[in-house]
């Protein structure tokens, strides 16, 4: 928020208080739930100052411009990608120091998933990459207990039919010298795959509709970013032009 005098679109210092997003304050609006001064807000696009009480669902929110952060996770296979987990199991927040505040997982990655998890506190950036709209793509390596066959290749770049619905045409490398020597990998069969879209288990349920097992499922890539070096269960800030780039996606100016 600005100074006393300053004016602002209700939605704009609620995002900025980190409270929600600009389109979630528009429906909390519609909804009846935001009061300014004890009055509930009917219009959308209304002008606030500093001064000005504003609650919702009758609490009283703090309006100052909250700092952001945007960390890199290396989630090893076992940990959770939610906050807590009622059954003691170990969370992706547990990886992180207490100094960095509360951020949440931008979606998730299966439990037996390992991989790059982007967290923040930035609502509104997750509500875009999160959005299906912006199609933001995802590449993971995966490990199969048998090798691809070439017409399953091609239904999985074509587009896989599942329950709820034919999948999105994906990118797809399935040659062992992608992944280095074969003797490294001994006999494994790794596959590549990039997608845009984010259904829950998708390339799990891609590989078992073919009768392929998973052995182990990695996320390399999420939007412009790649884990690269990170190591299993370390984290790191992203860079100001980090996300600077991951701001770009729902602007019309995707850079990857
Ligand atoms: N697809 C899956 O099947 N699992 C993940 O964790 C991510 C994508």
Known sequence: MKTNSEASRLQKVLAGAGVASRRQVEKMVAQGRIKINGQVVIEQGRLITSEDRVEIDGKKINLANKTYS???LHKPRRVLSTVKDDHGRKCVRDLLPKEIGRVYPVGRLDYETSGLLLMTNDGELTLKLTHPRYSVPKTYRVCLDKELKRADLQILRRGVPLEDGVTRPAKVVADPKFFGS????????????????????QVRRMFEHFGYEVLALERTAYASLSLQNLASGSYRNLTA??????????TGEITQ
């Open 70 to 72: 945007y960390i890199m």
């Open 182 to 201: 074969e003797n490294e990998k001994g006999s494994e069969h790794w596959v590549e795959l990039t997608l845009s879209e984010g259904r829950n288990r």
């Open 241 to 250: 032009q980090e996300i600077a780039s991951l701001r770009q996606w729902g």
